[in-house]
């Protein structure tokens, strides 16, 4: 079935050091969302990315769309603390496009 | 944030009781979701409403019951809880079936 492979599962840096996650679908997309979740809080919609190639920016993340339509990813400019959380990713179910699949997500640690 | 609520916020109960959960929307939006959250799982989906008395099952649906006999309102009930269904429940909302806002989440413990 339709699947979301994120990677990695946990990254730990340093404040200040780049990080990046990486989302891989079995299927081609029609779009794709990223979402962050703060330890003990709950997901926030970051964005959604629908053209192939695309490249958003917010602030310090940069949120690309493969030009396949394949996979995404986002990259965090020189972290901060306030980047902490499990980070997201989520495709519209082929079969059925009143849900989403999930990645399992990263969670990203952050040294001060 | 979204117009989401769920409650209650906090839950301990024990095996074998029922327990409803509820998520109320200020945005008459018509897609509501319910989810849970174990660590090592990410977001399961349980039940969802493409509107009012329309629902359908997710992928861990078993041992949940849901109603939306109103817009705004999407009832979660465990009819006998057990300790598996411990967990982080979430509900979420959207407009179109894509993006998702998500409630604070309600924290049960079943003992």
């Known amino acids: 079935g339709q699947q979301v492979m994120q990677i990695p599962q946990y990254q730990h840096v340093q404040e200040g050091e780049d990080f990046t996650t990486y989302c891989n679908s079995s299927t081609t997309l029609s779009n794709i969302q990223w979402y962050k979740q703060r330890p003990g809080g709950h997901p926030v919609f970051l964005i959604q990315l629908v053209k192939s190639g695309e490249v958003k920016k917010q602030k310090r993340l940069t949120f690309q769309f493969g030009e396949a339509k394949k996979n995404s990813s986002l990259h965090i400019t020189a972290t901060q603390t306030t980047d902490v959380g499990t980070y997201f990713c989520?495709?519209?179910?082929?079969?059925?496009?009143?849900?989403?699949?999930w990645g399992l997500g990263t969670s990203l640690a952050v040294n001060p | 944030d979204a117009g989401i609520t769920q409650s209650p916020r906090h839950k301990v109960t024990e095996t074998g009781t029922p327990v409803t959960l509820r998520c109320h929307q200020t945005e008459n939006h018509r897609y509501m979701y319910w989810y849970r959250q174990d660590p090592g799982h990410g977001l399961r989906l349980i039940h969802y409403s493409y509107g009012v008395k329309d629902t359908d099952k997710g992928e861990v649906s078993d041992g949940y019951s849901v109603s939306r006999s109103k817009t705004e309102d999407f009832l979660l009930t465990l009819e006998s809880a057990t300790s598996s269904q411990t967990s982080v429940y979430f509900c979420?909302?959207?407009?179109?079936?894509?993006?998702?806002?998500f409630g604070p989440g309600t924290r049960l413990l079943v003992l």
């Open positions: 989520a495709e519209r179910d082929a079969g059925n496009n009143r849900k989403l699949i």
């Open positions: 979420a909302i959207s407009p179109t079936s894509e993006t998702q806002y």
